[in-house]
């Protein structure tokens, strides 16, 4: 569904609310039109954050895109800061590009040069609202696999995907909160570290073939799904794969999360 069509879709039941309190009102049936216009206005929101989050959005083909160059920069650190609704981060920018991102209503993109480093930060609002977020409904980022970045992702009520394998990310920080992620950690990275701090989420953690991993979990409620065939627990927290001092590429799970279920296959 095009932004445009949940303008109309949204305003148009917002409309039709409105209508029905002022009836409702004329009737005798209600005394406040605007306690009951806003509970259901609220109600409508959240709806459309529901439906956001349970059916996924398509592409629209010929979205504006947004390309933020790489400006001769030997590393990179990426900070992006999302409202809520739906956004997927990969790799897969063009020769050049430090990354792209879909344009979209409520964002802004800054980037700076600190010496050789460059620092990219992304801004965008909520993607399941209308007349805000981009055309599709997903805010989509591409990184750049030509030089190491570092990145940081901080989200409130979302569904995420974080497909980093192809990526040379060192560093990774991630911090939301009531989402559904899924993290696919750096596949080519002698060492990685990824930091994850989550609310009520559920987050789904595939490590990549050949990969051996660390996984420490912090105080929490957390359900925790690990898969001890790879991963055997060491000791209360700790999870390690048996090869992890001798294989090329390790990545360091650090996960501090609360009334979650956590799962890392």
């Not at 406040?32 to 259901?40: E, M």
């Not at 909520?126 to 990184?143: D, K, Y």
Request: charged fraction near 20%.
């Amino acid at each position: 569904m095009s932004s445009s069509q949940r303008w109309f879709l949204f305003w148009g039941a917002v409309l039709i609310w409105l209508a029905l309190c002022f009836l409702l009102k004329a009737l005798g049936v209600i005394g406040d039109v605007l306690g009951y216009f806003w509970a259901g206005f609220l109600l409508l929101a959240g709806i459309g954050l529901v439906v956001s989050a349970l059916i996924p959005a398509r592409p629209v083909s010929g979205e504006e895109v947004i390309i933020v160059d790489l400006q001769g920069a030997r590393q990179a650190s990426v900070e992006i800061e999302h409202g809520a609704g739906q956004m997927e981060v990969t790799g897969g920018a063009p020769p050049g590009a430090a990354l792209t991102v879909n344009r979209g209503t409520g964002m802004k993109v800054s980037s700076r040069m600190e010496g050789e480093r460059l620092a990219v930060k992304v801004e965008c609002g909520p993607s399941f609202a209308p007349v805000v977020g981009p055309e599709s409904g997903v805010w989509c980022f591409r990184l750049t696999d030509e030089i190491p970045l570092t990145l940081s992702v901080e989200s409130g009520a979302s569904q995420m995907t974080l497909d980093l394998r192809y990526l040379p990310i060192t560093y990774c920080k991630l911090e939301t909160g009531a989402s559904n992620v899924t993290l696919i950690p750096p596949a080519r990275v002698a060492n990685a570290l990824v930091d994850v701090e989550a609310g009520a989420a559920l987050l789904n953690v595939q490590i990549p073939e050949g990969v051996a991993a660390r996984i420490r979990f912090k105080d929490g409620l957390s359900a925790r799904h690990i898969d001890q065939k790879r991963f055997p627990r060491l000791e209360e927290g700790i999870y390690q794969s048996a090869d992890y001092d001798n294989v090329a590429y390790r990545v360091e799970l650090h996960l501090e999360a609360g009334v979650s279920s956590v799962t890392v296959h």
